[in-house]
């Protein structure tokens, strides 16, 4: 049998409602006349296994999952990548050095764009969020290293 | 007489400076997020959100409204001059749009899609007049049964117009729903799936869910090589349709707005739906059908008319009952809701500076964009020229900063992550996120006003059978899965798949 998309994507979200029964046991289910916590949860994941079930079955029409581009994996990856570390650094380092760095790796990593043209930018474009959300609409951004 | 005054009274709030500015700022940004492939309707106003933290509500929803109907003007540039949809809606408008623009008439296309979006913005907007106040009036008299009724009929109504198939778009809607029970359980206390977490204690957001899926998803399915670049530059003189095209365009205009706004109050990605439906209505109405594909009038007018249409006829039942048709609506009721303002059946009586300053403001939101798109279509058609590998790093950098905003929480960027990599998964695997976003949205009002039902009820399910209402809904909804069930057993392809292969192959 040749391995197709929705075999797969039926078979994770199958997965998904397994797990999120697993993990409501906690959770008092009630009856129908005082319905609890876990009601709306367990019978929500029950009716998504059924669906992806569904799907899982009729998968045939689907495409084949060798047909599948990944070619914008390694994209996507660092993408992922930078912005996760951003998000991590964005309270210690504070949101003029975290943005300028998120923007610059993005460049030089990701698109290869020369370090200095995407450090002019990157500066440029976060010295102007920086005037439109901490000055202009007065948001509170975090500092972090910088003393403003 | 009293929808009138009323109306007199919303154009005094409209008209005030500082609402003007931010109905301009919207219109100006919207039409930017149409112009910009890669950043839609929903990812720009969740983006933009936190801005309007500092306003009153009327000022918030006139912006973040002109964001979401700009958009639906800014969309057909792309379409048109570089065959790409700025925004989903548009994609029927590349076909013809794009094919009249390269036999030298893209000044025209543009000016019939501006003209045909500011006569379906402004009729939907008479009509959102008409209806929303006496709707809200009969909505007054729904129970949790009605409301619950009502919620199943929006997700079946979802799941029969959707492009994709009818479980796809239920499993879709269902991890939605179950997203939606995280946090608190506020009939009882406890937590659910929060993992220790403190800030999932108040549930998942709406913003990072619907940021991560529609902005940053799309970012991590478009690498730069393959952005497109290739730029048809109209010359303003020509900007003007001649007589001919006028005349092909009046018709498909005019039954392009209704459609819209019908289809518009219908739970759904009703913008999306109604231009393929605008579409395929033309061409079979056409006595030259042949000349669809080859810059046919209708095939631009049409469809940009019912996206326009459909855009303010999400409005009513957001505004009247207070639920939903589709994600954009669901963040602007996000937005309402922020600033201490319920949207639904009371909006009208209680907040009545709110709901009509919305509604005359987009009254001038839809002149202010005839005027914004016709003369600045240069400029815009210059913004598209960036390179795309400068331009991605300048939204990623607003999707972190516009969730970490809306709570100050770092947890949510960590969320819109991950919302990121399930949307470009999604993306893969060929389905929607769209009623994922919708089911997250309508999870706490469908699970409150259910077990609410049942409560009154002690536990019998006849409720919703011996409710009026509630049951001539749920027999809706029973017909409509019926129907689809007949249409999979017959192993027939339906209207819809049909429409969205010719759509595809076409395009």
Known sequence: MKLRTDHVAGAAFVALGAVVLATSGDLPFGSLAAPGAGMMPITIAALMIVFAAFIA??????????????????????????????????????????MSLLVFSLLVIVERRRPLVAAAYAIGLTLFA???????????LERGLLWF | METFQSLLLGFEVALQPGVLWYAFLGCLVGTLVGVLPGIGPLAGISILLPLTYGLDATKAIVMLAGIYYGSQYGGSTTSILMRIPGEASSV????????????????????????????????????LTVVAPPLAVFALRFGPPEYTALLVLGLIFLAYMSTTSLVRTLLMAAFGL???TVGIDVMTGHFRYSFDINELGDGLGIVPVAVGLFGLGEILATPSHQAPRDVLKPRLAELWPNRREWRAAGWPIARGSLLGFLIGIIPGSAHIISSFISYALEKRLSKRPEEFGKGAVAGVAGPESANNGASTGAFVPMLALGIPTGPVP?????????????????????HPNVFWGFVASMYVGNLMLLALNLPLVGLFVNLLRIPYAYLYPLIVMFCVIGVYEVNNSIVDVWIMLIMGVVGYALKKFSFDPAPLVLGLVISPIFEMSLRQALIMSDGA????????????????SAGLLALSAFGYFARRRDWRARLAAEAGEEA
């Not at chain 1, 912005?83 to 380092?93: C, F, K, M, N, S």
């Not at chain 1, 920086?130 to 509170?140: D, E, I, N, T, V």
């Not at chain 2, 029927?92 to 979006?117: E, F, H, Q, W, Y």
């Not at chain 2, 669901?330 to 209680?350: E, F, N, Q, Y």
């Open chain 2, 178 to 180: 179950l997203l939606g």
């Open chain 1, 57 to 98: 079955a009729s998968a045939s029409a689907s495409p084949p999952m060798a047909s599948v581009d990944w070619s914008d994996r390694n994209h996507a990856g660092l993408v992922v990548l930078i912005t996760g570390l951003a998000a991590a650094a964005y309270r210690p380092l504070g949101f003029l050095l975290t």
């Open chain 2, 461 to 476: 399910w006849r409720i919703f059978l011996q409710r009026p209402v509630s049951l001539t809904l749920l027999l809706l």
């Open chain 1, 130 to 140: 920086y005037w439109l959300f901490g000055k202009a609409l007065r948001s509170p």
């Open chain 2, 330 to 350: 669901a963040v602007l009721m996000a937005a309402l809701l922020i600033h201490g303002i319920p949207p639904g059946p009371t909006l009208v009586s209680d």
């Open chain 2, 92 to 127: 029927m408008t590349c076909i013809d749009g794009n094919a009249m623009a390269k036999k030298g008439r893209a000044g025209a296309a543009l000016c019939l899609a501006a003209v045909g979006s500011f006569l379906a913005g402004t009729l939907g907007v008479l009509l």
